[in-house]
């Protein structure tokens, strides 16, 4: 049929003459592609084909590559987008020639996993997929259960979130064009609850000691989740750590103890918490020092507290930042070293079993602080050296101020309270540092509690009294009290009431007034008929000067001379009188 031809009878001629066909002979027309629907889909997606002449089709073509069809009618065929095929023209064929799309029909691919990342962790978890072809992901699942959520963020990564009840298992991205599994499982790890008593270790995903559980950890326990310890659950660490990323909690009313010698920390990775998130203890939690030798550090983590145990096997709790105990500070073997740390007891809050092996050693500047009333009643401040226990009792009367009372006590007894040459003779030999947080409006009755081996320089306890230092006048006194005996058999007490202004308080007896020159030498030298006196002073505080007397008899002195002093001096001076005719 030459090119050209249309639909008509057939006419053969020869020489002569020409016969015709008595029917006519249809000739088909190339065909031609208008449109087609849906215009993208994966292999094995079905496709409507409209145009024209779609007459003794031969066939239809995705991109070059053959396609199953049914041809409906001259403008209709239903095709299917063969294996292999790629994103490209559709092509339609018969006798006549070939009609091509205007339009490319886009293959989509199925999706296909590469990786993800971690390989386990529990339900709530974050999942990064990595793979390609994700774009337009329906379905997630993880084991056959349901992704909680996810999202595509790139056609080669989904976050995906394991929900709940989902077991160790492949995971399973759905796509509309198909659906691909990872090559290896996904490992859910589940959560520990401890309801009962159990010791503990591994790692778990998130970590819950109920109201009636008792978590000894036999091991590192970590958590990939929070930890949270509710109301009425104890979590004992001994010398074992809490690491992870999540969160760490002790709820109001839960249990910690403590067995690591650096405590616990609010950050970084010593003692006992080592989690990455957030350690908060609440104010109502008790906490319980164990530390199993020597000296153990609180840790930076506590800060206010309800209840602190202390319970060393040796040494002492060590503060490493001030705390407010609201309820009880309770000890049963070892003592707290504040250093220059405050403690401060709540308002209604006590001190129980304080001894004199278990006490607060106010070994700096830091004070043990307690709220006194204005009721009369004595409150004990158990406080001492390193070596030694010498509590305070401070007791305020109904016309005071209730007020925070602050104490603490150190060694030697110096001139000018916190400076100064040491004064060492007939006193106990111990200051106690004691101030009001709210100035004035104090009546105050102060006792002093020490032992016999502070005694220094002949003190005689049955002339003793308790001495105030003066602000005033930078001098220690003995105004407002008076001279007896004190109190109890090793140790001893002494009180003072009336007091008005809380400042340094000591212990000495009727010889301990501080005399305001410190005599080193006094020396007389004959010379002819007169006397050279030299005499040496370590240091002088409000000295006018020296009056000089001579006596014949050892009983009747007459003065020869004054000399001036230093009126104030911390270095040695130097003195010399020339007594003529003597």
């Known amino acids: 049929v030459p090119a050209g031809s249309t639909t008509g009878n057939i006419r053969v001629t020869n020489g002569t003459d020409s016969v015709e066909s008595s029917s006519a002979y249809t000739v088909f027309q190339a065909p031609t592609v208008t449109s087609f629907t849906p215009s993208t889909g994966p292999a094995g997606t079905t496709v409507t084909i409209t145009g024209t002449e779609f007459n003794s089709i031969t066939s239809v073509r995705f991109n070059g590559v053959n396609a199953s069809f049914t041809v409906n009618s001259t403008t209709s065929i239903t095709a299917t987008v063969p294996s292999g095929a790629s994103t490209g023209a559709i092509t339609v064929v018969n006798g006549s020639g070939t009609g091509t799309s205007g339009t490319n029909f886009t293959v989509t691919l199925p999706p296909s996993i590469s990786g993800f990342s971690p390989s386990s962790g529990g339900v709530g978890s974050s999942v990064v997929i990595t793979g390609t072809n994700f774009t337009g992901a329906t379905a997630v699942s993880f084991n056959g259960t349901a992704a909680a959520s996810f999202t595509v963020n790139s056609s080669s990564q989904i976050t995906a979130v394991v929900g709940t009840g989902t077991t ?161 500070l309770e000890f049963t073997t070892g003592s707290i070293r504040l250093g220059a740390n405050n403690l401060t007891i709540g308002s209604t809050g006590s001190i129980v079993n304080a001894t004199s092996t278990t006490y607060v050693k106010t070994n700096g500047i830091g004070t043990l602080r307690r709220t006194v009333q204005n009721n009369s009643t004595n409150v004990v401040y158990p406080v001492g050296s390193l070596s030694s226990f010498t509590p305070a009792q401070v007791q305020l009367n109904g016309t005071s101020t209730t007020d925070i009372i602050s104490v603490r006590v150190f060694n030697g007894v110096l001139s000018n309270a916190t400076s100064g040459l040491p004064l060492a003779t007939s006193m106990v030999d111990r200051t106690w540092a004691i101030s009001e947080t709210v100035a004035g409006g104090s009546n105050a009755t102060i006792t002093l509690t020490w032992n016999s081996l502070e005694e220094v320089g002949g003190f005689n306890r049955t002339q003793s009294a308790v001495s105030r230092y003066n602000t005033g006048n930078n001098q220690w006194t003995y105004v407002g009290t008076a001279f007896g005996a004190a109190t109890g058999t090793d140790p001893y007490s002494r009180s003072i009431s009336g007091v008005t202004g809380l400042t340094f308080f000591t212990v000495g007896d009727s010889l301990a007034t501080p005399l305001p020159v410190n005599l080193v030498s006094f020396a007389g030298k004959g010379l002819n008929e007169d006397v050279l006196l030299t005499w040496t002073t370590a240091s002088e505080q409000n000295n006018r000067g020296f009056s000089v007397e001579r006596s014949t008899d050892g009983e009747n002195f007459t003065e020869i001379n004054f000399v001036n002093g230093k009126e104030y001096s911390v270095v040695r001076v130097n003195y010399e009188l020339l007594d003529e005719g003597a």
């Open 168 to 328: 160790t298992g492949n995971i399973i991205v759905v796509t509309p064009s198909g659906a691909d599994t990872s090559v290896t499982p996904y490992t859910v790890i589940a959560d520990l609850i401890v309801s009962t008593s159990a010791t503990v270790s591994g790692t778990y995903n998130s970590i819950t000691v109920t109201g009636t559980g008792v978590a000894t950890l036999g091991g590192t326990l970590t958590a990939l989740g929070n930890t949270v310890i509710q109301t009425g659950g104890t979590i004992n660490f001994g010398t074992e750590v809490l690491s992870g990323i999540g969160n760490f909690t002790a709820q109001s009313g839960s249990r910690i103890i403590v067995g690591s010698p650096q405590g616990i920390d609010a950050v970084g990775i010593s003692g006992n918490i080592q989690v990455n998130g957030t350690r908060t203890i609440n104010a109502g939690a008790r906490v319980e020092y164990a530390g199993a030798s020597g000296n153990q550090n609180a840790g930076n983590l506590i800060s206010n507290v309800d209840t602190v145990i202390v319970n060393l096997a040796s040494g002492d709790l060590i503060l490493n930042n001030s705390m407010t105990v609201n309820r009880h």
